[in-house]
């Protein structure tokens, strides 16, 4: 008789959705974690009454309403829309691409304008099939919108050419002909209130959690602990690298408290071009609507993930996609190891994508 039903390597959102659907199934699970704490990239830390985002800003959303009930039955959210501005050489925009970006950026006023400005800049680039990111965002948005707001921000953030980049990164974003902000085209959004935490806690309540622990320094021995493991870590590193590194990208993250009520008046701005190291800053107060005397602002720098640092984003261009596969197929054979979450699938997903994914897999296994 082994002493668990699961050993959970991973307490982020998929090892914590997952712990939580077994618990209720009445399954014994250990859930270990190799941070100082739960929660994994949708942690926040609480600093001068602000929740900070410590692994970059995570706004709620999905379309799906039994997603949407299922987070609100462990936490409340509040209505934060998310509607970043983009600076762009000391000029701002609005994003996603919608009229007030575009009567920013041409003066047009309706989306008859807007539309022939964007359809004069796409024939003029000649791209009929886009291949690349960089073809598909030109044959969306045109040429201007190209080099002012996507070109810099992409090169940085994927440490790659925007020509060597799959074209899928960029259909995440909305482009539409109304003058709307909202970031997303879900039905619903939100943070939760009270930080992200609660959503953790709940999920985890009642669950035995280690934290500290690295599951590689004694992986036989936690294994042995339960009947079968759910590893959420990087599938690669869990096969000893043995066809090879998959590529991630990493961030660095510069948190700073400043002796200000409002820095920049908004969450998030993006910094879109090219010379500027970081990506984005980040105004943690804005997402609860916070009134708090100072206030906490996070640059965030990407750089390439090598050992030893979070990886954060998987590069899904088709050479790691080939690799990837080498690895999925070898997990696929096995009986008693489930492998999910955004660093054991080498998936970009989103909380929603990944909660769904957990749910589908408690579902198909327990
Ligand atoms: P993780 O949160 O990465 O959890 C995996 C856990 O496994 C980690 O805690 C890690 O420490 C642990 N682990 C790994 N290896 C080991 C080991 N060997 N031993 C022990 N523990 C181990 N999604 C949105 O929906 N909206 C957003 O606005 C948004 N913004 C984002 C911004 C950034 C900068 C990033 C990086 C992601 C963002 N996401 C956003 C995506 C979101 O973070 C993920 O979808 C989700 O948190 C992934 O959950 P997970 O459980 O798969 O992975
Ligand atoms: N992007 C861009 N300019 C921006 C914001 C995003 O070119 O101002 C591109 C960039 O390639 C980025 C992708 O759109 O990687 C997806 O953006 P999103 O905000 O969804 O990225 P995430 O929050 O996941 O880092």
Redesign the pocket.
Known sequence: MKQYDYLI?????????FAHEANKKGKKCLV????N???????SEEVEGINV?K????????NDKGIWDYVNSFVEFNRYT?SPLANFEGELFNLPFNMNTFYQLWKVKTPEEAQAKIQEQVEASGITDPQNLEEQAISLVGTDIYHKLIKGYTEKQWGRKATELPAFIIKRLPLRFTFDNNYFNDKYQGIPVGGYNKLTEGLLAGIEVRTE?????DKEALMALAEKTV????ID??YDYQFGKLEYRS?KFEHEVLDNENFQGNAVVNYTEAHIPFTRIIEHKHFEFGKQAKTVVTK?YPCEWSAGM????PVNDDKNTELFKKYRDLSRQEENIIF??????YKY??????IG??LATTKAVL
């Open positions: 390597v991973g307490a982020g959102l998929f090892g914590a959705v270990i974690d190799r941070r704490h739960t929660g994994g990239n949708i942690f985002h692994y970059g800003a995570h706004i709620f959303h999905t998310n622990v690295d599951f590689f320094k590893f959420t870590g990087n590193e869990f961030l965030e979070e990886a954060y984003y999910g979450g955004r660093l054991a699938e997903y989103d909380m929603h994508q990944v994914s957990a």
